[in-house]
């Protein structure tokens, strides 16, 4: 309530009761309107939750959010279904006191899932309890799914509609740890099972066994996967996702084995399912008109097997009535309308049963096994919301009957709970109107003239009772009735819109049209002695449960629907009546299932009939605001100063103090015994709008004397901190004084020491000294070293290091050297190699080698005025030899015969040495490969060099050896020698001799 003060100019109020205009619908949808849109579907009444389906996920109910709530009083955080839970759960600990909490709306508004969140809360508070009690809440939580499957189908206005009402009390100990739960169920709308209007489906097991069950499953019940080849599931043309569908069914299962079905059990609750798809599919043939047969056997034979019943008996049973006259026993045909009306029964009331087995078994699973001391309950109630459709039947009048119990019960509590504070506290009771429906409720229920009465007494009667003649008999003890009109008894205006076999109930809600036709058989539901006999034969455990020999035996007849409804609806009110309610309203904001979609005409409607009006005129009946005076007082305090910043005396003098101090008088308050009663709204609005801005100035004051008292608490600690420091850092570093003076007295005595021995042989004393010597040397070399291969300077050494000096010099001048090739650029590195080639061939052997060191080698000895021919010349050596040139000089050839000169160009590639005539056009004169080649040079300082075959050639051309002048002939051969991977026959002569061709 505090924050919906807080934050009431925001997104609307959190409390209906807080509306100016409360008698106002339109004030009041609008409210709903503004928080819908914004995200806020929880909205209060009070102590009443009113729940606004979204259609989409909002991410408000993990188990974060469940922590938020747990513990807290509900008007302490934003409106929530967890509040609400946890409101009850604290209530029910703390006074021993049973809560029931009632879930009503109508298809599509959410309650199913209300009840989830509420199992949800109790599954994640009693998480981190023991193993039994966990194992307890995960049975809860698992009942669900195997309810929803068998009770639940998709509707025109809900895809998980439950077709059936269910209530289950689940028991505590005394700290408030679940230990048990029941269950039960009002009126399963079993009729779905064989007929469901356009754009509905069947119960949603029939779908997922056929999407989610393995083909050797569906093999052994003879089932297609395909639910069009099935009556019961083809009818409305509304196909299902089969990829959901099987998701769904694996967690129907998955929870049948927590819940602790057994495999055996599971198998024949399967094969009942597949058993009812079956009968649906069973055809007869007529005979002669009164008397028909099963058309298609093999359908009979499929349930035979899927059953264990004869199949003989199946077709007897299904075509063929015995009715029992006194002592007379007599089998009659039936006909192909009855044959069909008697497999549709059948289907009905075998679903109708395996679901009341169900919840047997859930029941039986969720007993209690330990002790038997009962301790406290919480009741949920979710059942179906008051229904009004097109074409309305017996189905729907159950359940708005239900609607009107339950309104009228809800009507009582809340007057009642009013009405008893009011009381306790001692404010005058301001009388509400509202509309009580308790007539309506009586019309239906009152013995003998009501219209469960009336519709028993026909079915009952003999001789030939039909719709019409119920209908004509109610009309006559109904007629004047104010909330009953039937076509026979209405005015000319409403005659036009009720036929003649309806009839009209003016409900709480509003007026229903309800159809009669089907309320007898309905009501009777009557199924044939030999079915019951040909289901008893049956192999099937559940069938055999369900079916059992003694109801055969019976000669009683059976109560109708409608007072077994009727009664169990007595025990409800009876169970409800016994516990405190919680109420949670759901509404749904739309009929085609959107989100953001907000219909106010349908929205008005469903407050209309929820009594959301009524409930808030019940609850602003004299006060808007009520409050204890402490939590009052401990708010609000601030204002008075009388009562802050605390008061000495009663809550209820300072809560009247600080009234007056406001200026408020008895018309605008009024004070309980334990409470406040504010009348109208705009009053606690000027107190909360007074508190707002009394806060900003408390805010500052509190500010600034916390902030004074920490700086000055602060400091006090800084300073006994900073004494206690400094005492300790003094003695700390007389100590490290000291002892560093006594360490560097022994530094010193030592040193000197070794300084005097320092040539002798190293010992304990001067090791310390020579080390430092050493370092010291090692630290002035390294400052000291050459950074050029040349430089020739190197620090002198002291005796203790002179071993390491001769170490180091070649080793530094190798690191020199390695550092100086490895920055040669790859050139400059070549022409070295071609050097250290060049040494080896000629040092010491060649008198000017010297002078040729000296020079750097080049690929190409030509001149400028030789680049013109340079090309020509290549090319003229590539058609000969096609390899790469890798060196070319000019050389000058001396003739064998008068040793002319003539100049030619030497050209050396991989395989060869050509000799070329290039004064014209390139011609090539002479040839050799380097692989027979002998090179004879002089070892004077000449330029002499003979080219020689090292083994003649069979050829009559051959020319003979070459003698050439080349002015760089150590560069020449050397070339040759590493084009040839030094093969080339190098042979340097002493001194000069006449060489033979």
Same mark, same amino acid.
């Given at each position: 309530m505090e924050r919906a003060l807080e934050h009431r100019h925001t997104i609307g109020v959190e409390d209906f009761v807080l509306l100016e205009d409360y008698q106002s619908q339109e004030a009041f949808v609008d409210n709903m309107r503004k928080r819908f849109n914004a995200d806020l579907i929880y909205t209060y009444i009070g102590p009443v939750l009113v729940s606004v389906n979204p259609y989409k996920e909002l991410g408000i109910y993990g188990e974060k959010r469940v922590n938020e709530y747990r513990g807290v009083n509900y008007y302490e955080l934003p409106p929530h279904i967890f509040a609400v839970i946890n409101g009850a759960l604290t209530s029910m600990v703390e006074e021993t006191r049973d809560q029931c909490i009632l879930i009503s709306g109508e298809s599509g508004s959410g309650k199913t899932e209300a009840s989830k969140k509420i199992l949800q809360y109790i599954g994640v508070v009693c998480s981190r309890t023991g193993r039994d009690v966990q194992s307890v809440r995960d049975r809860l939580i698992q009942s669900n799914p195997v309810l929803e499957a068998f009770g639940n189908a998709k509707t025109v206005r809900n895809d998980n509609s439950s077709r059936f009402g269910k209530y289950m009390d689940v028991e505590f100990n005394f700290v408030g740890e679940p230990t048990s739960g029941h269950i039960r169920n009002y009126l399963l709308e079993k009729s779905r099972v064989v007929t469901q209007a356009p754009g509905e489906c069947n119960f949603h097991i029939f779908h997922l066994l056929l999407a989610g069950a393995s083909d050797e499953l569906l093999k052994d019940l003879c089932l297609e996967r395909d639910p069009r080849a099935f009556d019961y599931t083809k009818q409305s043309g509304h196909m299902r996702n089969n990829m959901h569908d099987s998701d769904q069914y694996n967690t129907v299962i998955n929870s049948m084995e927590i819940v602790g079905f057994g495999s055996g059990e599971q198998r024949d609750v399967q094969a009942i399912v597949a058993a009812i798809l079956h009968l649906g599919n069973i055809r007869f043939e007529d005979i002669n008109g009164t008397s028909c047969k099963v058309e298609n056997n093999e359908v009979a034979q499929r349930i035979s097997k899927v059953l264990g019943v004869p199949v003989a008996d199946v077709q007897q049973a299904l075509t063929h009535r015995t009715i029992e006259a006194q002592s007379d026993v007599v089998t009659t045909t039936l006909g192909v309308e009855q044959s069909a009306y008697a497999r549709d029964a059948l289907s009905k009331a075998v679903y109708d049963r395996l679901f009341s087995w169900l919840v047997r078994r859930l029941n039986t699973s969720l007993a209690s096994h330990g002790q038997a001391t009962r301790h406290t309950l919480l009741g949920i109630l979710d059942i179906y919301g008051f229904e009004v459709f097109k074409s309305n039947g017996f189905e729907q &009048?159950?359940?708005?009957?239900?609607?009107?119990?339950?309104?009228?019960? +809800?009507?009582?509590?809340?007057?009642?709970?009013?009405?008893?504070?009011?009381?306790?506290?001692?404010?005058?009771?301001?009388?509400?109107?509202? &509309?009580?429906?308790?007539?309506?409720?009586?019309?239906?229920?009152?013995?003998?003239?009501?219209?469960?009465?009336?519709?028993?007494?026909?079915?009952?009667?003999?001789?030939?009772?039909?719709?019409?003649?119920?209908?004509?008999?109610?009309?006559?003890a109904l007629r004047t009735h104010a909330h009953y009109v039937a076509h026979e008894s209405a005015d000319n205006k409403a005659r036009k819109t009720i036929g003649r076999d309806e009839f009209r109930l003016m409900h709480y809600a509003g007026d229903v049209t309800y159809k009669v036709k089907g309320f007898m058989d309905k009501n009777n539901d009557l199924l044939y002695r030999d079915l019951k006999e040909v289901m008893a034969k049956s192999t099937n455990k559940i069938v055999q449960d369900i079916f059992p020999p003694t109801e055969l035996q019976g000669k009683k007849m059976p109560e109708t629907v409608s007072t077994q409804f009727k009664k169990s609806l007595d025990q409800l009110m009876t169970i409800l009546m016994s516990k405190e309610p919680s109420y949670i309203r759901c509404i749904k904001p739309n009929d085609v299932k959107q989100s953001r979609n907000f219909d106010s005409e349908i929205i008005s409607h469903q407050v209309k009939y929820l009594g959301l009006m009524e409930n808030l005129r019940v609850r602003r009946a004299g006060f808007a605001y009520r409050r204890p005076f402490e939590p009052f007082l401990e708010r609000y305090k601030s204002l008075c100063p009388d009562t802050w910043p605390k008061h000495r005396g009663r809550p209820s003098q300072g809560v009247d103090k600080l009234m007056k101090h406001l200026g408020f008088n008895s018309e605008h308050y009024s004070?309980?015994?334990? %409470?406040? &009663?504010?009348?109208?709204?705009?009053?606690? +609005?000027?107190?909360?709008?007074? &508190?707002?801005?009394?806060?900003?100035?408390?805010?500052?004051?509190?500010?600034?004397?916390w902030r004074g008292r920490r700086q000055r608490l602060k400091y006090q600690e800084m300073r006994k901190s900073a004494i206690i420091i400094e005492s300790y850092m003094r003695r700390h570093l007389a100590k490290k004084e000291a002892e560093k003076r006594r360490w560097a007295v022994g530094v010193v005595r030592k040193f000197i020491t070794g300084f005097m021995t320092r040539?002798?042989?190293?010992?304990?004393?001067?090791?310390?000294?020579?080390?430092?010597?050493?370092?010291?040397?090692?630290?002035?070399?390294?400052? #000291?070293?050459?950074?050029?291969?040349?430089?020739?300077?190197?620090?002198?050494?002291?005796?203790?290091?002179?071993? #390491?000096?001769?170490?180091?010099?070649?080793?530094?001048?190798?690191?020199?050297?390695? %550092?100086?090739?490895?920055?040669?650029?790859?050139?400059? %590195?070549?022409?070295?190699e071609q050097k250290v080639l060049a040494e080896k061939l000629f040092k010491g052997k060649k008198a000017s080698y010297p002078q040729t060191i000296a020079q750097p080698f080049r690929q190409s000895r030509l001149t400028a005025e030789h680049e013109s021919m340079k090309g020509a010349v290549f090319a003229a050596v590539t058609k000969v030899d096609n390899s790469e040139v890798k060196y070319v000089t000019p050389v000058t050839k001396y003739d064998r015969h008068g040793y002319k000169p003539r100049q030619r160009w030497l050209v050396a590639t991989k395989q060869g040495v050509y000799v070329l005539d290039v004064h014209d056009k390139p011609k090539l004169k002479d040839r050799f490969t380097l692989n027979n080649l002998q090179l004879t040079m002089t070892s004077v300082s000449d330029q002499l060099l003979l080219l020689k075959k090292q083994q003649a050639e069979q050829n009559g051309k051959e020319k003979g050896d070459l003698i050439l002048i080349c002015p760089h002939v150590i560069e020449l051969v050397t070339k040759l020698a590493e084009i040839s991977a030094e093969k080339v026959a190098i042979d340097i002569v002493s001194e000069s001799r006449s060489v033979g061709a």
């Open positions: &009048f159950c359940i708005n009957y239900c609607n009107e119990k339950l309104q009228q019960l +809800f009507i009582e509590l809340t007057l009642k709970s009013e009405q008893e504070e009011y009381l306790a506290e001692g404010i005058t009771w301001v009388p509400v109107e509202y &509309f009580n429906n308790k007539i309506i409720c009586d019309m239906i229920e009152r013995k003998h003239t009501g219209l469960v009465s009336l519709l028993d007494e026909e079915c009952l009667r003999p001789g030939d009772a039909t719709d019409l003649t119920f209908l004509n008999k109610m009309t006559q004070m309980g015994k334990t %409470k406040i &009663f504010i009348r109208l709204p705009k009053t606690i +609005f000027d107190v909360e709008d007074a &508190f707002q801005a009394r806060k900003h100035e408390l805010v500052t004051l509190i500010t600034k004397i040539n002798g042989p190293v010992t304990d004393m001067n090791r310390r000294f020579v080390a430092v010597v050493r370092r010291e040397w090692l630290l002035r070399l390294s400052r #000291a070293l050459p950074k050029k291969l040349l430089e020739k300077k190197w620090p002198k050494a002291p005796p203790p290091c002179l071993e #390491a000096d001769k170490l180091l010099r070649p080793m530094h001048r190798t690191w020199l050297m390695r %550092k100086y090739v490895h920055k040669l650029p790859a050139p400059k %590195k070549y022409m070295f």
